[in-house]
Nanobody
Framework: QVQLLESGGGLVQAGGSLTLSCVAS????????INWHRQAPGKQRELVAG???????NYADSVKGRFTISRDNAKKTVYLQMNSLKPEDTAVYYC????????WGQGTQVTVSS
């Protein structure tokens, strides 16, 4: 099991940017995949972006071209850079680890005002 801690959420106007951080309790070399998910009120949790140990990334269609996932191995941190934010991006954002080590963070709230 791995512990994850998200930060960086907040309130931003539409068109603005935020960068979320997900810090792991272990070296992220040990984690096969780290994903960012989000859950808006009344909606199911959805996968937003993911990055593998080898650096391969994937994105939901709704965020392609606007969000970028990256990793800093030395800091045991995965980032989600979010640009051109829209009100529909409002949600609690979670990071998760999957593979030989698993875990979920507690989430960070992102609110985009119109």
């Amino acid at each position: 099991q791995v512990q994850l801690l998200e930060s960086g959420g907040g309130l931003v106007q539409a068109g603005g940017s935020l960068t979320l951080s997900c810090v792991a309790s272990v070296s992220i070399f040990s984690i096969n995949v780290i994903n960012w998910h989000r859950q808006a009120p009344g909606k199911q949790r959805e996968l937003v972006a993911g990055i593998t140990r080898g650096g391969i990334t994937n994105y939901a269609d709704s965020v392609k071209g606007r969000f970028t996932i990256s990793r800093d191995n030395a800091k045991k941190t995965v980032y989600l850079q979010m640009n051109s934010l829209k009100p529909e991006d409002t949600a609690v954002y979670y990071c998760s680890a999957s593979g030989s080590l698993n875990g979920w963070g507690q989430g960070t709230q992102v609110t985009v005002s119109s």
